[in-house]
């Protein structure tokens, strides 16, 4: 049995004892029986539940560490891996599909992590109703959907209107890293970034940046390379 088994186990072990044009598809997944639980059981410990209200970070936390809000987490592996070398740190991760979302929150709680909590619901929604302004102390967008067809841009997450949207609620000097293995989408990134006055390119050359020691390889990103895919990171910094 393989290590990512055993751990999977050892939380369903625990379990056992006691919507505009969007920029992702809703795929059907098929639950586990554990990702189910995990959904039932574990979503009160770690689950931001729907509202309306303003998230109040220091009570979803209990800490007033800063907040890193990564889109789009997939199956949650870099997510718990960032919370765990990051504990001076509070992630946020949003992602619309339940075997995703499931999955990562077996991995918190095998794992013991308590510095994360999940949002299942349309990040673009999430930032805009309930995300205070300037309360982000950063912002991870790993391997978005790229959306390849020309007449599907329009379904990327990375236009002009969301990066104004991450500006509100950015902090001044907060920062925006993407990662993307798709050629074409790392150069549309990069168009609308320097279309925005609100985010500065870190990379001394003006185009990707060497991947920061807080990003852990995907597997994803492993996948892609083996298919001869480059993976760019690209960061930025909100500007005063």
Request: proline share 5%.
């Amino acid at each position: 049995m393989s290590q990512v088994s055993l751990e999977e186990e050892k939380a369903e072990s625990e379990l056992r004892g006691r919507r505009q044009v969007r920029s992702f598809v809703l795929r059907g997944g098929r639950l586990t029986d554990g990702q189910r639980r995990a959904l039932e059981e574990l979503w009160p410990l770690y689950g931001i539940p729907d509202g309306e209200g303003e998230l109040n970070f220091y009570a979803l936390f209990g800490n007033d560490h800063p907040v890193i809000m990564e889109i789009g987490f997939g199956n949650g592996d870099a997510t718990w891996e960032m919370a765990a070398q990051q504990t001076e740190k509070n992630f946020l991760g949003v992602e619309v599909h339940q075997p995703g979302v499931g999955h990562l929150l077996l991995k918190l709680a095998s794992k013991g992590i308590t510095n994360v909590r999940v949002a299942c619901a349309d990040a673009v929604e999430l930032l805009r109703d309930r995300v205070p302004d300037a309360s982000l102390d950063g912002v991870r967008i790993y391997f978005p959907d790229p959306w390849p067809k020309k007449r599907h841009h329009k379904r990327r997450i990375i236009q002009q209107v969301f990066i104004e949207l991450l500006a509100e609620k950015m902090q001044d000097g907060a920062i925006l890293h993407m990662a993307t293995d798709w050629e074409a989408y790392a150069e549309f990134i990069m168009e609308v970034m320097r279309g925005s006055r609100q985010f500065e390119n870190l990379s001394p050359h003006g185009g990707a940046y060497p991947r920061p020691e807080w990003r852990p390889q995907t597997r994803y990103e492993k996948r892609g390379e083996r298919l001869g895919h480059c993976v760019h990171d690209l960061v930025f910094r909100r500007a005063a």
